[in-house]
């Protein structure tokens, strides 16, 4: 337990600059649509009733605020694997709740405007943001958010830093006093 604890606050932040593309991209889909949930009735509340989604109200409200924190902690790269885990979870209950009724032609919300409406073709269009979003997180939760983080600068921060980190290395390495 203590090892996975370890592995979902302590991620790699060595990772390409470009992390914060990705970022950018999961955390600002999950903080809008977690604002959505609050302003439109049918995104929040009106959905997760007509879906089934036990305690509606107060779940939707839960998802849409763990949708903006996390959205929020996803753009920061702040403690990004851990809010990584439950979007996981989150995308894959919501590709179960909305998808499977689809391909069977009994969803409870509209259906798309154009064809096709129902079956595998209409699940594999209208699941292509969900797919990105959850594969975009699975990528933050295996290689952690990147050098441009709040993590990578925390993790910096504690361990004294690139400088001290030199410093240290030239006392331990003769070779590095030769060439300071």
Same mark, same amino acid.
């Given at each position: 337990?203590?090892?996975?604890?370890?592995?979902?606050?302590?991620?790699?932040?060595?990772?390409?600059?470009?992390?914060?593309?990705?970022?950018?991209?999961?955390?600002?889909?999950?903080?809008?649509? =977690?604002? %959505?949930?609050? /302003?439109?009735?049918?995104?929040?509340?009106?959905? +997760?009733?007509?879906?089934? #989604?036990? @305690? $509606?109200?107060?779940?939707?409200?839960?998802? =849409?605020? %763990?949708?903006? /924190?996390?959205?929020?902690?996803?753009?920061?790269? +702040?403690?990004?694997?851990? #809010?990584? @885990? $439950?979007?996981?979870?989150?995308?894959?209950?919501?590709? %179960?709740?909305?998808?499977?009724?689809?391909?069977?032609?009994?969803?409870?919300?509209?259906?798309?405007?154009?064809? $096709?409406?129902?079956?595998?073709?209409?699940?594999?269009?209208?699941?292509?943001?969900?797919?990105?979003?959850?594969?975009?997180?699975?990528?933050?939760?295996?290689?952690?958010?990147?050098?441009?983080?709040?993590?990578?600068?925390?993790?910096?921060?504690?361990?004294?830093?690139?400088?001290?980190?030199?410093?240290?290395?030239?006392?331990?390495?003769?070779?590095?006093?030769?060439?300071?």
């Amino acid at each position: 337990m203590n090892k996975l604890i370890a592995w979902l606050t302590h991620p790699p932040t060595n990772g390409p600059k470009s992390i914060l593309i990705l970022r950018l991209m999961a955390g600002g889909v999950f903080f809008w649509e =977690g604002i %959505l949930k609050f /302003v439109y009735t049918n995104q929040g509340v009106g959905r +997760f009733t007509k879906l089934g #989604i036990p @305690f $509606p109200h107060f779940t939707a409200n839960f998802v =849409g605020g %763990l949708e903006i /924190v996390g959205g929020l902690l996803i753009l920061s790269g +702040f403690m990004t694997r851990l #809010i990584a @885990f $439950p979007f996981v979870i989150e995308m894959i209950v919501a590709i %179960l709740s909305t998808k499977i009724s689809l391909y069977l032609g009994t969803s409870p919300l509209p259906l798309p405007p154009a064809l $096709p409406k129902v079956g595998i073709w209409a699940v594999l269009h209208e699941i292509r943001s969900d797919y990105a979003q959850i594969l975009t997180t699975l990528f933050l939760l295996v290689n952690g958010p990147g050098k441009w983080s709040l993590d990578a600068v925390l993790g910096r921060s504690k361990s004294g830093g690139p400088t001290q980190v030199l410093h240290r290395n030239k006392e331990l390495d003769p070779r590095a006093r030769q060439i300071a």
